[in-house]
């Protein structure tokens, strides 16, 4: 009996490679949409098909371009918060000592 076969990580870089340039392929579109899809200045209908705003293909593709991402975390905007949990614990021997009035 031989073992199920797994991708190797070559294989997995690709797809999610392809996957990646996908998503941004169907993002574009989505935004082209969005784009045509938008009201005459003087009326409250669509430019594109002339329905009542927000028209029925506005309205499957939502209001907004999609939401953008959270910044990845090695991604040069990422900042590291502690909260009280990871900060070292308090010493109130050295509190005494070092704070407070003398
Ligand atoms: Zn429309």
Redesign the pocket.
């Known amino acids: 009996m031989s073992a199920p076969m797994t991708p190797d990580r070559e294989q997995i870089r690709a797809e999610v490679d392809r996957l990646r340039a996908r998503v941004a392929e169907l993002e574009a579109q989505h935004a082209a949409a969005l784009a ?2 938008r009201t005459y200045d003087d009326s409250a209908h ?4 002339d ?1 009542p705003w927000p ?4 309205t499957a593709l939502g209001q907004s371009a999609p939401a953008l991402t959270e910044d990845p975390h090695d991604g040069p905007l990422h900042h590291s918060y502690a909260v009280g949990r990871d900060l070292p614990e308090a010493d109130p021997a050295r509190c005494h000592r070092d704070g407070g009035a003398s």
């Open positions: 045509l899809h669509c430019v594109a098909d329905e028209c029925t293909t506005r």
